[in-house]
């Protein structure tokens, strides 16, 4: 009678054991790997650079061309990416010091930013613009020394202001602050990507801001890793069969309207 009890209180203790073991497991099939661990990778971003990418008020999400195209990157390289949003100057910081593995938010390629992070392979041609007033007379950026003029900290805006204007540069942590005092004449211009300059125009300031003069320093923008980053290559990989297969050309046209131009 014992030895029944025993083996049935040892069978007991098996059956569960093996059941515990079938249950538990770190591998995440949620990109149909089949059983294969998935890495997640935290991608540092910006919260309101419409449209590459911005928290939408009323979902919470995040959202805009940058978000989708990390996403189809992430899903044709084989991993999984979860987002942390800051300002655009803490974000560099951020890749400089390895806090996070991958930062997009339309950032610029420079050689001064090369020598202390990476960078994919470009996915975006941009350039710097000036915005103005529609009734001002400014024409082009050689207009602006002894203006006030607004740009966005950390950025490619206000390096080029310092470096190549006699400005009274006022650099501020989100771009649509500026936008928002030029609109009330407490700028008398804003310098910032042309993207997003054009985007914030027509959807906020149709009549009252315009562009001027020529587009400057053209720089593409790239995707943001740590100094010798590993994830570099197959990123790269990702971005070229995306463009291949047609899918960074849905991307683009979801968010930009048109085709990108070949």
Do not use: H
């Amino acid at each position: 009678m014992k030895k029944n009890l025993i083996r049935m209180i040892l069978f007991l203790f098996l059956v569960a054991l093996v059941a515990g073991c079938g249950t538990s497991s770190s591998k995440d099939d949620s990109n149909g790997s089949s059983g294969e661990d998935v890495e997640t990778y935290t991608v540092a971003t910006d919260a309101n650079f419409q449209p590459f990418e911005y928290k939408n008020p009323e979902t919470g999400e995040m959202e805009g061309f940058d978000i989708d195209l990390i996403k189809a990157v992430a899903e044709e390289a084989g991993f999984n990416v979860e987002f942390k949003t800051m300002e655009f100057d803490g974000l560099i910081a951020s890749m400089q010091s390895g806090k996070f593995p991958i930062g997009i938010a339309g950032i610029s390629i420079t050689e001064k930013r090369q020598e202390t992070i990476d960078f994919s392979d470009s996915y975006y041609d941009s350039g710097l613009i000036l915005a103005v007033p529609e009734n001002s007379t400014i024409e082009s950026i050689d207009d602006v020394d002894g203006l006030k003029i607004g740009a966005r900290q950390g950025s490619t805006s206000e390096e080029y202001l310092n470096g190549n204007t006699d400005a009274e540069v006022v650099a501020y942590p989100e771009i649509v602050t500026a936008y928002m005092n030029l609109q009330k004449d407490r700028l008398d211009g804003v310098l910032y990507d042309l993207p997003n300059v054009k985007y914030y125009i027509s959807q906020n300031a149709e009549g009252e801001l315009k562009t001027v003069g020529d587009v400057l320093e053209g720089q593409p923008y790239g995707i943001a890793f740590p100094k010798d980053s590993d994830l570099v290559e197959p990123v790269n990989e990702a971005l070229a069969a995306l463009k291949e297969n047609g899918t960074y050309d849905e991307i683009y046209k979801k968010w930009f309207g048109s085709e990108p131009s070949k």
